[in-house]
């Protein structure tokens, strides 16, 4: 079988982990596996296959006869070596904010519009974690019945900030029941026993950067630039798997049924929707699980055309790692890598 | 000055215990104070105002000689007891589910509606703790630019629940800090590092009774039947302090300073929003204050007349015992006490 060689920029991350995990459960073609990081991760190794692979600092070389890089390092790094990479042979998946919005660059989510990772320069960006379950569970019932309007508010797990982030929760959680002095350093505020509504910078027009991702990511991911679309973007003292509160309009009334009946055989989806038996998507049964889970379907009574419901899905995985697995056994599919 | 006799059927639970609080600070004027609960609290004693007061078993002539009762008891123990105070001669504000949509029984938030608090005929009802934050902050914008539509996602401290899910949450976090197994019991799932999107039980249109609750209340208190409400109302591992991300729809298109501006001046709301400044509400620095905190305020981009906002409160103060102890000093006020 062809083999890929396989590098990963930003190995040590919470991301760069996950996607190492997904490799090995996917029985994925690696060749050789070249992990990648900042100078201070020189001389660690992570677990690959019952093997201890180093990490390298970033060289010149760093490069050199790798077919494809997943780039989960910051947006900066990314700006500067996704396009080094991919003029070196490599075809790069990015996971962070740099390309997203790049007019020529495709925005892929396998399960809703594989056939834009065919138009690739070198580098393909995969979306942000709390769009990538919104769009899998939105574009069956998009593509039968145009979606108008989407009004989102989320829950977010704190492995979307990252692996310190995870450490600051279970730190303050340890504090707390210790009876000790809890600080912060990573959000600007205590997230054990509270919510923060802030993710990201924040616009002028009072909307912060994860909000005005789910709206301008979503619209290019769909092919839709003309869905009105809100979100209220919210970190919740869990360590993985982002929850969203979904409202949509749609273009002709559609009940619950319909939609869980289409969600039900959508690529990517698992439909769990028996409420009287308390039986819903959740983040502690998300983690780690590969679908984005669907459950509170219902019709929106606020509206004619209205359907809320409720979606679930690890943020590390579907949100981030999996996603670009998923596009790399596309391109291996398409004979494209 | 005029002395109130207060009763207090539920004292023992978390809004009885906040009750009791709220009578100190506010030094409401009180002449004797009678604490009912269930046969299994005889014998225990309340702190108030430096003194232990016992804990009575329901009796017959247990309303005798009160002037106020504030129930906080059972939907059930309500329905039958509410009436006996009444006709004892007591006002009776309700803080559970029993009274509050029936159509006789004013439903009063004292900054929104006070005028119904006269037409009461010995029950007065006090909204649910989602509700009451909600149209505190939305009946100002109401009154000068009518709201046809409300979009609710909720972020809902356990304290809701009562005083056994507080200590389901803090169980359940020692066990996680000691690596110990955890159970549930008062929810049907973990509530720790988790979110449940569950809340009351649920009705056949697949709303929860907690959702609904938030539709019918806010359109009897605002006396807006036709206002389109939907919500999602989620438990979050919060000990106290209810969030809301809220997105309205306006009768005439509104600017955030405009709507920021009404709010400042709003009775019992507190505009706390500069994000850029990690200036927002948070449940964190809500609980033990009277305020609704206002933030986030911002054009809703997916409306033309939209407005979306983020409202935390304290639920167990103006979600529930504070309101009702605003609504005896508005009797006492009107010379109805």
Redesign the interface.
Known sequence: MHKVNVGVLGATGAVGQTFLHILEERSFPVGELRLLASPRSEGKTMPFRGEQIPVHALAENSFENLDFVLCCANDNLSRELAPVAARAGAVVVDKTNAWRMVPEVPLVVPEVNPEDARLHDGIIAGPNCSTTELVVALAPIHRVNPIT???V?S?QAVSGTGAAAIQELRDQ??A???DEEITSSVY???IM??????IGS?NS????SEEMKL?NETRKIMHAPDI???A?T?R????VGH?E?V?VELTRPMS?DEVRDLLSYAPGVCVVDD??R?M?????TAAGRDEVFV?????????PQ?I?M?IVSDNLRKGAALNAVQVAELLIADGLL
């Not at 027009?205 to 912060?208: T, V």
């Not at 819903?280 to 502690?284: A, S």
């Not at 459950?295 to 509206?303: A, L, V």
């Open positions: 309007r989407i009004i508010d829950y959680t340890h707390w029941a210790n600007p505020h205590q026993m509270n919510v923060l509504p802030e924040f027009n009072g909307y912060c709206v009105a679309i809100s209220t919210v919740v003292p869990v360590e929850s509160a409202h619950a409420p009287a308390s819903y998507p959740l983040p502690l459950g509170r379907i219902r019709t929106d009574i606020s509206h209205g809320a409720w």
